[in-house]
């Protein structure tokens, strides 16, 4: 049991955090503790998460990627366009393309930070500036409304009727991204491929001398997050119905932070796909609270980063630094 | 019928190298070096930083080529060179000094690496990994939480991780590079008696040090190299600590202790009743101007604890400091450095110097007010002051604004000396000074301590060593548990005496 606490030291700070939250919101808002709101933060949080699941894999081999967000955009257009091409297609022809498109964009990152010995960070930089301005040179900045019939139509995989008539319903995005994390799970957590990753990300120079392919890491880790990238992409066009060049622009910090919060280290070798998806889910459940409780959505940015601020402190911090006269009474000097 | 045949197993080498030579950027790293391991012997590479010891580890494993003509000859195979895959998979494993663990993986995973690594990914097998792991835990007669991150643990215990993972490599040939450099008296005897395990167990151990009294110890035969060539090859029964440095070195040392009458010199540092608990406890001393006082003891007795305080980075809980006649209490340690004390970092690599700015910058650090001009850096006065104390130390650098990680242990030493005497300190704290800094390098750095003192400089020098403060000292505190338990004059009490009453 100790030693769970002792590894799992950030999950469980999250769930604490999580849970104050969620006990203050069930008080605060009438709607807030219901299976209606609960499916639908599993809903609006799915593409967060195939992200986040994504970064996290690039985050554990030790890199960083900017510029996943905006690759999402490049691929929901092409997969469109592509898509109008061969005349309709369906989900699995469509995450192939998408999937397919992403590992592409992935790749080139992993390339020149390979290739070139970039640091990841100006590499995607670079490209997150490469691939938004060719978006927008070649879309002029035009959206797509007109995608295929079943891109558009909403796919309830579970659904019931509540008391007041509303409907609670379980849609497809939350299945793909269960699929996403449960992937993602198990390649870094059962494959020999994974915990080569964390090696790699911990220490890189062991892992060389150990013979690890390390240009096979990186190309592993940005084309697990391009796969990543790419189907969440898809998704996102699903959900919103329509793809808006610049509608994933500026969702690399988000999600960022949020995989971060969840205990993955900048510099690598650390972070876990559960603390991920708390992470993300910690931001979401805040955004969702706010918004029931009638908060002016001007004012989330500020509150989702104050939250951020004190979830890092209080998973970075024992509790004895926090309150130090915890300490002082039960180790008497 | 039987010994005759053992005996001619043991007596035909595991290893065998000729011819081997290596050549960078037209600096000859290995001139024409012949090596040889016998099976489950314990064999010492000895010589200075730069002598080839790890160009020579590196040939042997594979991470560099030779130039054609050497001969390989291992286990029954013989090879022009070897790659990093055929030295591994042929039982040649290599504990390197910086470990090359995975901290944030568990002591389990840690051990149990090689079983993830292969041509294709496939699934982990745990269960398989922890059963590898214990049992190469057990061959060494330990036992470890194998399921809780490495950096939980200790140095010393992330050792013999190291050496566990070596074994589970099937390993017949282990090279062992600077094992005990951080570790204490205690922990070491440890290591010693599983590196004998080891050998017993029929695996040869190639033992790195430059801690001689353990190669001593350990080793039955010592192969001495100098300046990429090979001295010899030397059984070590009949050798002696001060054999060896003149092997490795090409010179001859005399040992003698300090006779310097001080009784007249005025105090410089007066310590009474100083305490921090958990730390040291009423600790009182004196440091007389142009006196070198030895404080030794095992590690974590306190001493770094009580450099730090007298350099103003922890508040005792009680005590008074006088320095120089004026009682002090240091808020932090810019206090501590305009009052005139300076502290050189027991950790040289990570704390001591910053590792990829250059020599001139590295040097200044300290002093930066005295290189001002106009309130900016003069860059007219930095390269003078940095000229003289170059000049002053005998430091040997290429150029000014090279990279302070291209200089060998004990040059990089010097300039980190050389960057608190630029803050005109009237009393310097040296904190294992000479770790990982050659034999040869070492008595350098002491002749430098010695004329500092004779300047009329108050130093403490920190030691783990004995043998270092008793030659370079004028008197010796032995510190055990936080407090001061003993105090001896060099010259009226011997080596062996002192020894004792630290490692007893």
């Known amino acids: 049991m100790r030693r769970f606490v002792r590894s799992h030291a950030t999950e469980l700070a999250l769930l604490a955090v999580i849970a104050v939250i969620c006990v ?122 007109n995608l295929p019939d079943w891109l558009t139509t909403r796919v309830v995989l579970f659904e019931r009727e509540m008391a007041d008539g509303t409907w609670a319903e379980i849609t497809l995005p939350v299945l793909i991204m269960a699929i996403c994390v449960f992937a993602t799970w198990t390649l870094i957590t059962r494959t020999t491929t994974g915990r080569q990753l964390y090696a ?27 796969l990543m990238a790419g189907i969440a992409g898809l998704v996102q066009a699903h959900y919103a119905q329509e793809v808006v060049p610049n509608a ?3 969702r690399e910090l988000d999600v960022l932070a949020a995989v971060v919060l969840g205990g993955a280290r900048l510099g690598g070798g650390k972070g876990s796909v559960l603390g ?43 509790i004895e630094r926090l309150l130090p006269f915890l300490k002082s009474r039960r180790v008497p000097s | ?64 080529k030779p130039e054609a003509g050497a001969v390989i000859d291992y286990d029954g195979q013989s090879y022009s060179h070897m790659s990093p895959v055929t030295a591994q998979a042929s039982g040649i494993q290599v504990i390197w000094q910086d470990l090359a663990l995975f901290p944030e993986m568990t002591v389990a995973e840690n051990i149990a690496f090689q079983t993830v690594i292969g041509r294709w990914p496939r699934l982990v097998n745990y269960a398989e990994m922890r059963r590898v792991a214990i049992n190469a835990l057990q061959r060494l007669g330990v036992t470890f939480d194998v399921d809780l991150a490495l950096h939980h643990f200790p140095i010393a215990q992330r050792q013999i991780v190291a050496i566990a993972r070596a074994l589970v490599g099937e390993a017949k040939l282990v090279f062992m590079d600077e094992p005990t450099a951080s570790l204490t008296q205690s922990e070491t005897d440890y290591l010693l008696d599983i590196v004998r395990n080891l050998s017993a167990s029929g695996v040869a151990v190639v033992f790195v040090s430059h801690r001689l009294a353990e190669v001593l110890e350990i080793s039955s035969r010592v192969t001495v190299l100098r300046d990429g060539a090979l001295v010899g090859v030397y059984p070590t029964k009949g050798l002696t600590q001060s054999r060896i440095t003149e092997l490795m070195t090409g010179k001859t040392f005399d040992y003698s202790v300090l006779h310097r009458d001080l009784s007249r010199s005025p105090v410089m540092l007066e310590v009474k009743g100083l305490s921090r608990p958990g730390e040291f406890d009423d600790v009182s001393l004196t440091v007389r101007r142009g006196e070198t006082l030895g404080i030794t003891g095992l590690l974590g007795a306190g001493r770094t604890e009580l450099a730090l305080t007298l350099f103003g980075m922890r508040k005792p809980k009680s005590g008074s400091v006088v320095l120089d006649g004026k009682p002090v209490r240091f808020g932090s340690n810019r206090d501590a450095i305009a009052a005139g004390v300076a502290y050189l970092s027991e950790d040289r690599l990570s704390l001591g110097l910053i590792q990829p700015q250059a020599i001139a910058d590295n040097m200044v650090i300290a002093s930066l007010d005295k290189i001002l001009s106009g309130g900016f850096i003069s860059s007219e ?85 004995v043998p270092e403060v008793y030659f370079n000292a004028d008197r010796v505190l032995h510190m055990a548990q936080g407090r001061i338990v003993g105090e001896f004059t060099p010259g009226a009490t011997t080596l062996q005496a002192i020894e004792e009453a630290v490692y007893a």
């Open chain 1, 276 to 318: 991920c998806i708390l992470g993300v889910l910690l931001v979401s459940i805040t955004q969702n609270g706010l918004n029931l409780m009638g908060v002016s959505p001007f004012a989330f940015k500020m509150i989702v980063g104050a939250i951020i601020l004190a979830a890092i402190t209080l998973s970075n911090t024992s």
């Open chain 2, 381 to 465: 006065r930095k390269r003078s002051l940095v000229n003289r104390w170059i000049r002053d130390l005998g430091v040997r650098i290429g150029k000014q604004d090279d990279a302070i990680s291209t200089l060998s242990g004990g040059n990089q030493q010097r300039v980190a000396i050389a960057k608190w005497l630029a803050t005109d300190p009237k009393l310097l704290i040296l904190d294992a000074p000479t770790v990982g800094v050659d034999v040869g390098a070492r008595a350098g750095i002491f002749d430098i301590v010695s004329k500092l003192a004779d300047s009329g400089l108050a130093i403490i020098l920190i030691s783990d060593e």
């Open chain 1, 248 to 250: 994933l622009y500026g």
């Open chain 2, 1 to 64: 019928m039987a010994d005759q045949a053992l005996d001619g197993a043991a007596s035909r080498p595991l290893l065998s190298l000729r011819n081997v030579n290596m050549t960078f950027g037209g600096v000859k790293a290995l001139k024409n070096v012949s090596f040889e391991v016998l099976p489950g012997e314990v064999h010492c590479l000895a010589g200075e930083n730069g002598s080839g010891k790890s160009t020579l580890i590196k040939v042997i494993t594979g991470v560099y």
């Open chain 1, 24 to 145: 203050f919101l069930s008080f605060a808002t009438d709607r807030f503790f219901t299976l209606g709101n609960a499916f639908d933060l599993l809903n609006t949080s799915s593409v967060n998460i195939i992200f986040a699941v994504g970064l996290l894999v690039v985050l554990i081999a030790g890199g960083i990627d900017i510029s996943f967000a905006v690759a999402a955009s490049v691929v929901q257009y092409l997969a469109a366009t592509v898509l109008g091409w061969i005349g309709g297609g369906n989900w699995i022809v469509g995450l192939i393309i998408a999937g397919a498109l992403g590992v592409a964009l992935g790749c080139i990152n992993a390339f020149l930070i390979h290739r070139f010995r970039i640091i990841s960070i100006v590499a995607t930089i670079s490209t997150f500036n490469i691939f938004f301005g060719l978006l927008m040179f070649f879309t002029g900045g035009v959206s797509i409304y």
């Open chain 1, 200 to 226: 790699f990300g911990d220490n890189p120079e062991g892992a060389r001398r150990f013979g690890i392919n390390i240009g096979a890491m990186q190309f592993i880790a940005f084309g697990w997050l391009g």
